[in-house]
């Protein structure tokens, strides 16, 4: 089946500096996306993502042509972007505590093979249905909440605590990451970092994804709403459509 991949990226209307990073590409046989939204003093949150993104694409790229186990393909990598964004933090003083995000996401046009640390996420939306469903789980204050039952999904996408994030890729030696593998059914994929979902709700980015077919376009429209609802964040989509 032909398969699309595309990202796009956009600072949005409140920042001055885009902390989002991205790629999205085929590699090989496979087709790779991951998006990383960092934070740090400074420059040190562009400097994280970018990093991590870079560091964890070249593993990827070099483990590849002798594994096809994705699961440790993916887990080596970020533990090797983990590392990179650490040093680095480590090794120059205005860049100390940054650390960033990242969800990635492995597609072999079979089954995808995900990664998560942080609140950047990976939906899978059923474009006939136009229904939307978050495969990976937030590493966050308010996931925790609403785990323990102390709050609702609705109470949380209204918190003033929903950007507090209890994982993250780079301020540790090492990083706890969630995995997840599952057949491929039907549905386009998309990951994004948090500037997109906290400024389109989730019906909204299943209508939009629903309704263009050029996936280029549709992560340019899924911008461009999230900017007219008032784009206070950095902005992230990577879209993979077989």
Request: hydrophobic residues 35%; proline residues 2%.
């Amino acid at each position: 089946m032909p398969i699309s991949i595309i990202g796009k990226t956009d600072t949005g209307k409140k920042r001055s500096i885009n902390e989002d990073s991205f790629y999205a590409d085929k590699i090989n046989d496979i087709y790779l996306a991951v998006v990383c939204d960092g934070m740090g003093g400074a420059n040190g949150g562009n400097v994280a993502s970018s990093l991590a993104v870079k560091s964890f694409v070249e593993t990827v790229s070099e483990l590849l042509p002798d594994s096809s186990n994705y699961k440790d393909i993916l887990l080596a990598s970020v533990a090797k972007a983990n590392d990179d964004v650490f040093s680095k933090a480590g090794s120059d003083k205005e860049l100390e505590g940054m650390g960033t995000t990242m969800v990635a996401c492995i597609f072999d046009g079979k089954e995808y093979y995900a990664v998560n640390v942080g609140d950047s996420r990976f939906y899978i939306i059923d474009e006939k249905k136009c229904l939307i469903s978050q495969v990976t789980k937030d590493h966050s204050l308010v996931q925790e909440m609403i785990d323990s039952g102390a709050m609702t999904k609705e109470q949380a996408e209204r918190s003033p605590n929903k950007n507090i994030i209890t994982r993250v890729l780079g301020i540790d030696d090492t990083v706890e990451v969630d995995f997840y593998r599952n057949k491929y059914k039907s549905g386009i994929m998309l990951l994004c970092s948090d500037g997109l979902y906290n400024y389109v709700s989730e019906i909204d980015i299943a209508k939009y994804i629903s309704q263009y077919d050029d996936i280029e376009h549709c992560a340019g429209e899924l911008i461009a709403k999230a900017n007219e609802n008032g784009g206070g964040d950095n902005i992230t989509a990577a879209i993979i459509k077989p």
